[in-house]
């Protein structure tokens, strides 16, 4: 008759833990069946004949960092062992993502999508090179984040005897489904032209929730014990089958989450959808999203591969996994804000864009639009990163006609403006030179915010009366 089993464990951390132990429990010949659990911390196994010896299970598992004791007192007695010297990789990892951050903003302050402009007549090549600038930008802090909150969990569905390029999968599949899906839905948008608008409502609120699922991976990967419970995983009668060399390991779901990201968008995205629209070709808005989607890659790629690299390497594991924690709690944070800020509620503005001024916009002796043929004038140039005039001070009650002319260099700032409290979004045009015209009459004083729909390009118009 079997029996069972209890052991404690340290190290176990996600769903994709439990699998990977329950699979390697299972290789071993008299053990039957295994029940991994990280709430509890505690494995409980099955088995016949002899009891499982600790000492051969901690061999075994000596590379994926975890640890089986008998009891919980010992368990305990080494958790705070450890925490004891948890300082040293905690504050390096702090360090690591803050210098990564910043340069990060440092790229996206300088307005890097200036460099190469797109636009309705753009070749491919352009749109590709586009992608690789969207890559250093907003799409890193999003999908980068996205990638790098899950690299863990995903190179827990493999054994340490495979190699890194085998650990490079998940992530080469993740980005063929965001290529391929790209392609598809860039093909759908041509196909319906300007009948089809992104809704910019729903794809706030998806930004704050993938926000918020980010900011629970980061606690979970700084190691915060009561986030584990709260964890982003499927039944784990799926995750196995998932995770089943047999069945591609890892690939499904990646290549899911791939594929979801168009619906994800960052302002060089939405860029590149708003031209897609202007195409009305199914061909050609095929390969412009598709040329973009496949210049995100490298940088994306290389963010799987440094992970996977890091995590290989068992001095490294701990102080990447604490890097990464950190810096995805900031992307996901920097992200939320923004897009909170899209609302009218953004908790800071030290992330915001409002590199933008007054000059050019011509005023009355009370600070007030000039009145031009009975209606209000409002005059704005739409660069990457700033608006050249980023506050507007109106009467209510007359009209406004409100002309945004684009610079041709897309970025956060162009693609899309969303006036809050005011009227929807309304969708620019992406050529040089070209003016957007936008009417319509405030009744209500107050000051209402516009932004990109990330919520890092920001202004105001103040409405009195």
């Given at each position: 008759?079997?029996?069972?089993?209890?052991?404690?464990?340290?190290?176990?951390?996600?769903?994709?833990?439990?699998?990977?132990?329950?699979?390697?429990?299972?290789?071993?010949?008299?053990?039957?069946?295994?029940?991994?659990?990280?709430?509890?911390?505690?494995?409980?196994?099955?088995?016949?004949?002899?009891?499982?010896?600790?000492?051969?299970?901690?061999?075994?598992?000596?590379?994926?960092?975890?640890?089986?004791?008998?009891?919980?007192?010992?368990?305990?007695?080494?958790?705070?062992?450890?925490?004891?010297?948890?300082?040293?990789?905690?504050?390096?990892?702090?360090?690591?993502?803050?210098?990564?951050?910043?340069?990060?903003?440092?790229?996206?302050?300088?307005?890097?999508?200036?460099?190469?402009?797109?636009?309705?007549?753009?070749?491919?090549?352009?749109?590709?090179?586009?992608?690789?600038?969207?890559?250093?930008?907003?799409?890193?802090?999003?999908?980068?984040?996205?990638?790098?909150?899950?690299?863990?969990?995903?190179?827990?569905?493999?054994?340490?005897?495979?190699?890194?390029?085998?650990?490079?999968?998940?992530?080469?599949?993740?980005?063929?489904?965001?290529?391929?899906?790209?392609?598809?839905?860039?093909?759908?948008?041509?196909?319906?032209?300007?009948?089809?608008?992104?809704?910019?409502?729903?794809?706030?609120?998806?930004?704050?929730?993938?926000?918020?699922?980010?900011?629970?991976?980061?606690?979970?990967?700084?190691?915060?014990?009561?986030?584990?419970?709260?964890?982003?995983?499927?039944?784990?009668?799926?995750?196995?089958?998932?995770?089943?060399?047999?069945?591609?390991?890892?690939?499904?779901?990646?290549?899911?989450?791939?594929?979801?990201?168009?619906?994800?968008?960052?302002?060089?995205?939405?860029?590149?959808?708003?031209?897609?629209?202007?195409?009305?070709?199914?061909?050609?808005?095929?390969?412009?999203?598709?040329?973009?989607?496949?210049?995100?890659?490298?940088?994306?790629l290389f963010i799987g591969y440094s992970s996977v690299k890091s995590l290989s390497k068992q001095h490294l594991a701990e102080k990447f996994s604490k890097a990464a924690g950190f810096l995805v709690m900031f992307f996901a944070l920097f992200t939320l804000n923004n897009q909170?800020?899209?609302?009218?509620?953004?908790?800071?503005?030290?992330?915001?864009?409002?590199?933008?001024?007054?000059?050019?916009?011509?005023?009355?002796?009370?600070?007030?639009?000039?009145?031009?043929?009975?209606?209000?004038?409002?005059?704005?140039?739409?660069?990457?990163?700033?608006?050249?005039?980023?506050?507007?001070?109106?009467?209510?009650?007359?009209?406004?006609?409100?002309?945004?002319?684009?610079?041709?260099?897309?970025?956060?700032?162009?693609?899309?403006?969303?006036?809050?409290?005011?009227?929807?979004?309304?969708?620019?045009?992406?050529?040089?030179?070209?003016?957007?015209?936008?009417?319509?009459?405030?009744?209500?004083?107050?000051?209402?915010?516009?932004?990109?729909?990330?919520?890092?390009?920001?202004?105001?118009?103040?409405?009195?009366?």
């Amino acid at each position: 008759m079997n029996k069972e089993h209890t052991y404690y464990v340290k190290g176990m951390h996600c769903a994709s833990c439990e699998v990977l132990i329950e699979k390697k429990l299972l290789k071993i010949p008299n053990i039957k069946s295994v029940d991994a659990s990280t709430v509890n911390n505690q494995v409980t196994v099955e088995y016949e004949n002899e009891k499982p010896n600790i000492e051969h299970l901690n061999k075994v598992f000596k590379k994926d960092n975890y640890t089986f004791f008998e009891n919980e007192h010992k368990s305990k007695q080494e958790s705070q062992a450890q925490k004891n010297n948890i300082a040293n990789p905690t504050l390096f990892g702090f360090c690591i993502s803050v210098t990564i951050f910043a340069l990060f903003l440092l790229l996206d302050r300088m307005g890097i999508a200036s460099i190469l402009n797109v636009n309705s007549s753009s070749s491919i090549f352009a749109f590709f090179g586009f992608g690789l600038l969207a890559g250093l930008s907003s799409c890193a802090a999003l999908v980068g984040g996205i990638v790098l909150s899950m690299s863990k969990q995903w190179s827990r569905l493999y054994d340490d005897n495979q190699g890194n390029y085998k650990k490079l999968e998940p992530h080469v599949m993740f980005n063929v489904g965001r290529v391929l899906s790209y392609t598809l839905l860039g093909g759908v948008l041509g196909l319906l032209g300007s009948q089809l608008k992104i809704s910019i409502g729903f794809t706030s609120f998806l930004v704050i929730a993938v926000s918020l699922l980010m900011i629970g991976f980061g606690l979970q990967m700084l190691g915060i014990r009561s986030f584990r419970k709260f964890q982003f995983a499927l039944p784990k009668s799926i995750t196995r089958k998932i995770a089943d060399e047999n069945k591609f390991q890892g690939k499904y779901m990646p290549f899911v989450m791939g594929a979801l990201t168009f619906f994800l968008p960052c302002g060089f995205t939405l860029t590149a959808q708003g031209i897609a629209l202007l195409s009305s070709s199914p061909v050609q808005g095929a390969l412009i999203m598709g040329a973009f989607a496949l210049g995100t890659a490298p940088m994306l790629l290389f963010i799987g591969y440094s992970s996977v690299k890091s995590l290989s390497k068992q001095h490294l594991a701990e102080k990447f996994s604490k890097a990464a924690g950190f810096l995805v709690m900031f992307f996901a944070l920097f992200t939320l804000n923004n897009q909170m800020n899209v609302f009218g509620f953004g908790f800071s503005d030290v992330f915001t864009f409002n590199a933008g001024n007054e000059q050019g916009q011509n005023k009355d002796i009370n600070g007030l639009a000039p009145i031009v043929d009975g209606k209000q004038l409002l005059q704005m140039t739409v660069f990457a990163a700033s608006y050249s005039t980023n506050y507007f001070k109106v009467r209510a009650g007359v009209p406004v006609r409100w002309e945004m002319t684009s610079s041709g260099s897309p970025g956060c700032g162009s693609g899309v403006l969303v006036a809050n409290g005011l009227f929807g979004p309304v969708y620019l045009s992406p050529d040089k030179g070209a003016v957007t015209v936008k009417e319509f009459t405030p009744q209500n004083p107050g000051k209402y915010k516009f932004s990109c729909p990330m919520g890092m390009v920001r202004g105001s118009i103040e409405v009195v009366n």
